[in-house]
């Protein structure tokens, strides 16, 4: 049975939590496919990097706390502690990758061109095995918040769509292991579910900016019956 919130209104700080977190996973989004579809400096391209799971655990953290008012389950502590590993496996992915790109230079004299290409394929290897584990995690997540808020009418489809996207993304890792699908030239689900995430932050926001204006209201009502 789904569940309406009306009736129900947040705390300030818990209004806070959603607009800032809303605002955050955005930002982490944004930050994700800035530096997967522009050129950018190496420090630009790395302070970006890290924007992206940082910012991505805020938004988890007020999403959770927002399913946890209105349905607590054990899926939801679950996924966020799944959501959290994944953008920790990412930061630290996303980290060693561009370690590589940047510090391994094939042109160096004292080796081959041939060697140092080997060399750095082969320790890029580690940071692509670490995208196929944040892909994983990140699976997991989505699939627990599909069970999460499956009775929430404003996460539902949100829910059920990301959901879908995550086991998919599972699915085609495993295929693929230890090469994410990209890598072997397989349908990249990355960018849909960015996507995805873009629009559902933004529904946090818009939750958030909902229950700002029902608790202004209420606090001018109540002001104005002491009047």
């Not at 800035?34 to 050129?39: E, L, V």
Request: glycine share 8%.
């Amino acid at each position: 049975m789904e569940q309406s919130l009306k009736g129900m209104p947040l705390s300030t700080s818990l209004t806070a939590l959603l607009i800032s977190g809303g605002i955050s996973g955005m930002l982490s989004i944004t930050s994700y496919l800035t530096i997967a579809f522009s050129d950018l400096p190496d420090p630009v391209v790395f302070f970006l990097a890290m924007s992206f799971p940082i910012l991505g655990i805020v938004f988890l953290f007020s999403l959770t706390e927002y399913i946890h008012f209105h349905a607590p389950s054990y899926a939801n502590r679950l996924g966020f502690v799944f959501g959290s590993l994944a953008f920790t496996i990412c930061a630290a992915f996303l980290a060693a990758q561009l370690a590589v790109q940047i510090g391994v230079n094939i042109k160096n004299d004292q080796v081959g061109a041939a060697e140092a290409r080997f060399i750095k394929e082969s320790i890029r290897l580690i940071d692509m095995g670490m995208d196929v584990a944040w892909d994983m995690f990140i699976g997991t997540y989505l699939v627990l918040f599909l069970i999460s808020a499956r009775k929430l009418i404003e996460l539902k489809f949100w829910g059920f769509t990301l959901g879908i996207l995550g086991i998919a993304l599972m699915i085609l890792n495993t295929m693929t292991f230890p090469n994410p699908p990209a890598e072997v030239d397989l349908f990249d689900l990355g960018p849909f579910i960015a996507l995805g995430l873009f629009g559902l932050a933004g529904q946090t926001f818009r939750l958030g900016i909902k229950a700002y204006a029902e608790n202004r209201a209420k606090a001018k009502r109540i002001d104005a019956r002491l009047l």
